[in-house]
């Protein structure tokens, strides 16, 4: 029989020292009975998965093989572990990895066009102060977006290029809706024709409206299709203005778009935090 080495497990109800027990029960002549082995294991079992819960609560998001590591055990059980919980409702799985169950839904576009509305409307109006005669302005699908559309139809004569069906027919005059794949659940176009097409413009201001902003995380948007258009724009543009409203503000999505420091403008409502709205502004040149 191999000699004991490890420290004693002296208090079950804590997992730590019992760790080593988990690969010593199944060694050969091991002397633990059935019933501790099994114990331990589903002790040890249940501590890693608090302990997934615990990183994703402090990153929002976090790779299988980061958590493997960090956790000393194979990428495989980290993965057994994430269709366990996703299951159980405790997390969302993502390429890659795995974020926290808040992120994994986002109301139906019809349904984000009547909140927070006055909010968005505000921010429409505030956004204004950026546009000038003259300019060409990107601008991405979102409800935020829209009401942006609405204020900017008695505001400074500009050429809007947008994928958003929404923002074009609102505009009318002076608007440009690129090209692309329709999706049932937002008017808008998407997929390569139209990351080609923003491709062919060169603009003086991205007005975007992502799902959520974070300090640390950064600008992010709930459908990778989302995000690689916004991501597309602000990289034809001389500046990029973020339109998000206090409810979007120090939370987290699905997709990267970019780092809070790249964008010029924040442009939220009254009602954000002072807290999150200063940190923010640490980041960012300028928060209207």
Known sequence: MQKNTAPACENLRNADPCLWYVGYATAPNAQ???K???????????????KILAILR???????????????????TIRRDLLAMQDEGLLARVHGGAITADQD??????KRKTLNWAEKSEIGRKA?????????????????????????????????ITNSVDV???????SILVGGTILSDV?????????????????DLAILSPTAVHPKHGVMYYELHEAEVARAMGAK??????????????????????????????????????GVRQALADLIPAVL
Do not use: C, Y
């Not at 114990?39 to 249940?46: M, P, R, S």
């Not at 402090?58 to 495989?76: H, K, M, Q, Y």
């Not at 839904?105 to 019809?110: C, G, I, T």
């Not at 503000?249 to 442009?267: A, F, H, K, P, Y």
């Open 168 to 174: 074009a027919q609102t505009l009318r005059r002076h």
């Open 105 to 110: 839904s986002e109301a139906d576009f019809q």
């Open 187 to 203: 008017p808008a176009t998407f997929g390569e024709l139209t990351l080609a097409e923003i491709g062919r413009f060169m603009a």
């Open 36 to 50: 501790l082995q099994k114990g331990i294991a589903v002790l040890w079992h249940t501590q890693r998965r608090a």
């Open 32 to 34: 633990l009975s059935g």
């Open 128 to 160: 204004l102060q950026l546009v000038e005669p003259g300019m060409t302005v990107f601008v991405d699908a979102g409800t935020t977006t829209m009401a942006f559309a609405r204020a900017l139809r008695d505001g400074p004569d500009v050429q809007v």
């Open 237 to 274: 543009t001389s500046k990029v203005a973020i339109l998000a409203d206090s409810s979007k503000l120090d939370r987290t999505s699905r997709v990267l778009m970019s780092e809070v420091g790249n964008i010029d403008w924040l442009v939220t409502d009254a009602k954000a935090d002072p």
């Open 58 to 76: 402090e990153s929002a998001n976090a790779r299988t093989a980061a958590i493997a590591e960090e956790l000393g055990v194979s990428r495989e």
